[in-house]
C-alpha cells in the first residue's frame, strides 16, 4: 500500500489519454516502435540480438527493472544501429509524433545527439534536418507541435559537447529549442563541458540538464550553478538535500520527472516511493514524461495514471502538473500563453469523478483552432 492509503475512485488509463499534455523529457532513440527497429534492420541488412517482437522487447529490457543506469543504457546499442540513415530517422521522428498525438500530447520536445547518427555517411546537419523534417511533417499530419533539444553525452568528451552545442547555436530559431547533457552521469561531471553550456547561454538558448538520477544532489547542484539549467532531467535525489530542494522549489525551476524510468534504472525502488508527492507538496515545478517510449514501456498518459495510482496523485494534482508541462516548455512566453489559456479551457471540461463533459471540450478544441488559425500577432495578445 503506498504512503497515505487507497486512492478513492482511482480513474482509468483511458480518462488520462484523452487529457492534453506534453513530454518534455523523450529520447528519439529510446521510442522507437518495435516493429519499425525489425524493419529497418531487414532493409539495412543489420543483425539483431532477436527477429521477433517479444525477443526483440527482452533484449531491450522494455519495461524491466535493469537495476542502474548504465544498464539501462545498453539497450541503446541496439536502437542506435538502425538509426544511421535519412530514411531511419525520418521515419522513426514521423511516427514518434503520431503516437504522441494518439494519445494527445498537444506539444513534445524530443532530444537526441546527432554525433551518433554519423556512423555511416551522414553529416550532422543532415541529422538535425531529417528528424526536423519527420516532425514537421506529422505535425501537419496529426496536429502536434514538436521541437528539438540536442544532446551532448557525458562520458565521450567535452569537444564533442561543444560540437554538438554549436549546433544548437545553428538551428536555433529553426526547430532546435534547447540543449542537454546525457549519458552516465556517475564519474562524469556536467562542469567538465562547460564550454558546450557557455557557448548556448551567451546565444540565450535554453538549458536541460540530466542530473540528480546515478549521482546525488551534488549533480543538481552544479547543472545549475556551474552549468547554469533552466530545467533539471529526472531529479529524483534532489530530496536528498533539503536545502537545494527549497532552491529549487523558490525559484521556479521544472523538474522533468519519468517515474517509470526511474524505477526502471534503479534510482527509485518503486513508484509507491517516488518523491514525486513530495516534491508537487513543496510547491516545485514537476512535470511528468516518459523518458523513452520503448524501453521504459509507457506513455505520458501511463506515467500520469500510474502517478494517480500509485503515488496518490489527486487529479487537480495532474490538472496542475499538466498545466506545468506548458509552463516549463522551451516556448516563447506569448506561445505558452496562447498553450495555457487553450489547455487550461480544455481541461474545464474534465472531472475528478471521470466524466468529461463532451459539449465544453468540443468548444475548447474549436476555440482554439479558431484561434491557430489567426495571425501570431493577433494570437499573442
Request: a negative charge; one cysteine or more.
Amino acid at each position: 500500500m503506498r504512503y497515505g492509503g487507497p486512492q478513492v475512485n482511482e480513474l482509468p488509463l483511458s480518462f488520462f489519454q484523452r487529457l492534453p499534455k506534453t513530454d518534455l523529457h523523450v529520447h528519439l532513440d529510446g521510442s522507437l516502435r518495435v516493429e519499425t527497429i525489425l524493419e529497418l534492420a531487414n532493409e539495412q541488412g543489420l543483425e539483431l540480438p532477436a527477429t521477433d517482437v517479444p525477443g526483440l522487447r527482452s533484449a531491450l529490457h522494455a519495461g524491466e527493472n535493469t537495476g542502474s543506469l548504465v544498464k539501462y543504457l545498453e539497450a541503446f546499442d541496439i536502437t542506435l544501429r538502425v538509426l544511421q540513415t535519412e530514411d531511419a530517422l525520418y521515419r522513426v521522428a514521423y511516427e514518434l509524433a503520431e503516437d504522441a498525438a494518439a494519445e494527445n500530447v498537444r506539444y513534445m520536445e524530443v532530444r537526441y545527439s546527432p554525433m551518433l547518427h554519423v556512423r555511416e555517411d551522414l553529416r550532422l546537419t543532415e541529422v538535425v534536418e531529417t528528424v526536423l523534417r519527420g516532425l514537421h511533417d506529422a505535425e501537419t499530419d496529426h496536429g502536434i507541435e514538436s521541437k528539438l533539444i540536442l544532446c551532448g553525452i557525458r562520458n565521450i568528451s567535452p569537444e564533442s559537447s561543444l560540437e554538438m552545442a554549436e549546433l544548437v547555436v545553428a538551428y536555433k530559431g529553426r526547430g532546435v529549442v534547447g540543449f542537454d547533457l546525457a549519458g552516465a552521469e556517475y564519474d562524469y561531471p556536467a562542469k567538465d563541458h562547460q564550454e558546450a553550456f557557455a557557448l548556448v547561454r551567451r546565444n540565450n538558448i535554453n538549458v536541460t540538464i540530466h542530473a540528480g538520477e546515478a549521482y546525488g544532489p551534488p549533480s543538481i547542484a552544479q547543472a545549475l550553478h556551474d552549468c547554469g539549467a533552466h530545467r533539471i532531467g529526472h531529479g529524483c535525489r534532489l530530496r536528498e538535500d533539503g536545502d537545494l530542494l527549497h532552491y529549487v522549489v523558490d525559484h521556479r525551476i521544472p523538474l522533468e520527472c519519468c517515474p517509470s524510468s526511474n524505477v526502471q534504472t534503479g534510482a527509485i525502488a518503486s513508484l509507491e516511493t517516488h518523491p514525486l508527492r513530495l516534491y508537487k507538496n513543496l510547491g516545485a515545478r514537476v512535470t511528468i514524461n516518459t523518458d523513452n517510449r520503448l524501453i521504459t514501456d509507457t506513455t505520458v498518459s501511463k506515467e500520469l495514471w500510474l502517478a494517480h495510482t500509485q503515488i496518490g496523485l489527486s487529479f487537480s494534482d495532474i490538472h496542475q502538473i499538466i498545466i506545468n508541462g506548458f509552463k516549463s516548455a522551451f516556448l516563447p512566453f506569448h506561445e505558452k500563453q496562447r498553450y495555457l489559456a487553450s489547455v487550461s479551457k480544455q481541461l474545464d471540461a474534465f472531472a475528478a469523478d471521470g466524466t468529461i463533459d463532451e459539449a465544453k471540450l468540443e468548444a475548447a478544441r474549436q476555440a482554439h483552432a479558431r484561434k491557430q488559425a489567426l495571425p501570431a500577432t493577433v494570437t499573442a495578445e
